[in-house]
Nanobody, 125 residues
């Protein structure tokens, strides 16, 4: 199992930016890292994912061109740069990981093995 810790959430005005970070504590090779978000009263949805040491990435349509997922020197650290934030982006953002090859891509919440506790992003207008 992987211990995941998110950081970087906060309150930002519409049009602003935030950068979320996720640190994974493991000696295993992380295959997939992903960001999900859950707005109040809504399902937990995939925002972005990265796999294979950053060779492949995925973004949900609503964040394309605004958000960028990236990894650090290895897959144990991932970031989500969020630009042009809108009130609709308000949610708790969760980092999730998968150590397995061959999992569904893009991943669904049910496919992720480990989860962080989440960091709240609030976008005001």
């Amino acid at each position: 199992q992987v211990q995941l810790v998110e950081s970087g959430g906060g309150l930002v005005q519409a049009g602003g930016s935030l950068r979320l970070s996720c640190a994974a504590s493991t000696h295993s090779v992380v295959i997939v890292m992903a960001w999900f978000r859950q707005a109040p009263g809504k399902e937990r949805d995939l925002v972005a994912a990265i796999r294979w040491n950053g060779a492949d990435s995925y973004y949900t349509e609503s964040v394309k061109g605004r958000f960028t997922i990236s990894s650090g020197s290895d897959m144990n650290t991932v970031f989500l740069q969020m630009n042009s934030l809108q009130p609709e982006d308000t949610a708790v953002y969760y980092c999730a990981s998968d150590l397995r090859y061959g999992s569904m891509w893009p991943p669904g919440a049910n496919e992720m093995e480990d989860w962080g506790k989440g960091t709240l992003v609030t976008v005001s207008s």
